[in-house]
Nanobody, 120 residues
Framework: QVQLVESGGGSVQAGGSLRLSCAASGYAYRFFCRGWFRQAPGKERDEVALIDPSRNTRYADSVKGRFTISRDNAKNTLYLQMNNLKLENTAIYYC??????????????WGQGTQVTVSS
């Protein structure tokens, strides 16, 4: 059974930083694309960053240069380092696992989400 558990969310002032973590269990972690998504109030969930098993990455334009996705296959953990946070980054952040190696696959497995709140 695939389990994804996020942590590291919280409240921060604009310009600050947070590091999200997502611990995975129940599958062969290193063979799957992983990703971070977010859902802001009143908006649909959208993609933030993806990383495949070869550590190729893809970022939403709005976070390029500020957010960094990484993975530790030995710890079965996915990370999202978020720097220079902006008010519009306030959202629930979810980690997810793709159905295969490639990040073009669908994402059937999701964590419960962690709240990130950025204030002025």
């Amino acid at each position: 059974q695939v389990q994804l558990v996020e942590s590291g969310g919280g409240s921060v002032q604009a310009g600050g930083s947070l590091r999200l973590s997502c611990a995975a269990s129940g599958y062969a972690y290193r063979f799957f694309c992983r990703g971070w998504f977010r859902q802001a109030p009143g908006k649909e969930r959208d993609e933030v960053a993806l990383i495949d098993p070869s550590r190729n990455t893809r970022y939403a334009d709005s976070v390029k240069g500020r957010f960094t996705i990484s993975r530790d296959n030995a710890k079965n953990t996915l990370y999202l380092q978020m720097n220079n946070l902006k008010l519009e980054n306030t959202a629930i952040y979810y980690c997810a696992r793709a159905s295969g190696y490639y990040c073009s696959n669908d994402f059937p497995n999701w964590g419960q989400g962690t709240q990130v709140t950025v204030s002025s």
